[in-house]
């Protein structure tokens, strides 16, 4: 049972890795990215290593996110939709 659940982790893992390759949207590509992390939290944690899987979902999850999300506001790639509904008027 407990080899299923890894197979089908595994097979998530896969299919984020090429999500957040080809997505074309960056917030998207961030929540890829999350998911990626908690993933391979989880797979940790089968695999019987909590201090990695905590340590993964801390800083990949959590922190490395976080920084993303930042750096998007930043360079103002996150736009509110009131601002970005009067760019596309103009």
């Given amino acids: 049972m407990t080899n299923m659940i890894m197979y089908i982790l595994l097979i998530f893992l896969v299919i984020c890795a090429l999500a957040v390759s080809f997505s074309k949207n960056l917030l998207n590509s961030i929540l890829i990215y999350m998911s990626y992390s908690l993933i391979i ?44 509904e009067e760019l596309d008027h103009e």
């Fill in 41 to 84: 939290s989880v797979i940790w944690v089968l695999l019987e290593s909590p201090d990695l899987a905590i340590t993964e979902a801390a800083v990949g999850a959590g922190v490395t996110s976080l920084l993303f999300f930042a750096t998007l506001k930043k360079i103002q790639a996150i736009v509110k939709t009131d601002k970005k």
